[in-house]
């Protein structure tokens, strides 16, 4: 867990008896990453609202490479993205991100929802539209791994859950 001095916070959970490595946090509580067998887990809570652009902006250009890998290898980067990178992921005025479509693009990482096929549903919803702002990215080794992606209805958020079903020797994987 990862609670900034502000209370936002990243987590990754664990089933017990597994172990997270090489854990990273970022000060802000706006991230966390650890290495689970080969592969890097990031969560993320990016900064949130239309007037915090250029902090968003920076967060994807500048605190985000504090939580990559240092080497190549298998990528899973979850979270609060609260932007998207096409305006079809939201109703109403779209809050696109370039340094995050960079990042993803750079890193080659993958949407969890194959988007060419259908629009993925949404996963927060407000009085001026709803936005797919909760997603999960991932390397090509391990998208070749999924079985299946699905959003939930979390109760206790006013966001929903994307989980992604991954075969052996991966788990579900969730933000």
């Known amino acids: 867990m990862n609670?900034?001095?502000?209370?936002?916070g990243t987590a990754i959970l664990l089933k017990e008896g597994l172990c997270l490595q090489n854990v990273k946090l970022l000060p802000s509580g706006r991230g966390i990453a650890g290495l689970f067998k080969d592969t890097r887990i990031i969560n993320?809570?990016?900064?949130?609202?239309?007037e915090k652009r250029q902090?968003?902006?920076?967060?994807?250009?500048?605190?985000?490479?504090?939580?990559?890998?240092?080497?190549?290898?298998?990528?899973?980067l979850v979270g609060d993205f609260?932007?998207?990178?096409?305006?079809?992921?939201?109703?109403g005025k779209p809050n696109v991100?370039?340094?995050?479509?960079s990042t993803i693009t750079g890193l080659a990482l993958q949407d969890v929802y194959d988007t060419r096929l259908r629009q993925p549903p949404?996963?927060?919803?407000?009085?001026?539209?709803?936005?797919?702002?909760?997603?999960?990215y991932l390397t090509d080794t391990i998208r070749k791994r999924k079985q299946g992606a699905e959003t939930i209805v979390a109760p206790f958020s006013d966001h929903s859950t994307v989980v992604v079903r991954l075969t052996y020797p991966y788990q579900t994987i969730s933000p």
């Open 97 to 101: 991100s370039k340094a995050l479509s």
């Open 55 to 76: 902090e968003r902006e920076a967060f994807f250009t500048h605190d985000l490479a504090h939580l990559l890998p240092t080497s190549s290898g298998d990528l899973l």
């Open 44 to 50: 993320i809570y990016a900064p949130s609202g239309a």
């Open 82 to 91: 609260n932007c998207v990178t096409s305006p079809s992921d939201c109703t």
């Open 122 to 136: 949404y996963t927060h919803y407000t009085n001026n539209g709803a936005t797919r702002i909760d997603r999960i």
């Open 3 to 8: 609670e900034g001095i502000d209370k936002r």
